[in-house]
């Protein structure tokens, strides 16, 4: 029973750094300043087809994002365009770095956010809230506008 009680503090363990992350407002040293500004997320007109998540993240230059969640959507890929034989197509990546200028920006025909399986009663509500996730362990939230 020994090796379950360890378990089990190593999960609970785990849930509060988890929580602790999240309150990016109150940031420790160490953590990155990160903001999020004008998040939207463009609904595929085709069913079933991923949509489209785009705004803009701020922080510091060279900071990885490794990942975007939310709890209303299925599964969220990193994007970027790549000439491919002279035409440009959609690649899956594992992490995004913030630019130089301090700024993370998706847009259409460029990096993008791709969205599958969003919740109905999200798309009804006009709103999902994504969760991004950074290679020093900070995070940032934000609500996306959700648009047909
Ligand atoms: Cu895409």
Known sequence: MKVLNLAKSAA?????????????????????????????????PAPGRPAGGYGV????ASLALTQVTSAEVG?????????????????KVDALLIDSDGTLTFEPGGRHLMLFDIAEVA???????????????????TEAQVKR
């Open 57 to 60: 993240i701020k922080g510091p």
């Open 12 to 44: 609970i363990i785990g849930l509060a750094l988890v929580s602790a992350c999240s309150e990016e407002a109150a940031a420790p040293a160490g953590t990155a300043v990160l903001s999020a500004e004008n998040f939207t997320v463009r609904l595929n």
């Open 75 to 91: 599964r969220i890929e990193l994007h970027i365009m790549e000439d491919q034989g002279g035409a440009m197509r959609m690649k």
């Open 123 to 141: 798309v009804d509500d006009g709103q999902i809230t994504l969760t991004a996730e950074f290679a020093d362990s900070s995070s940032l939230t």
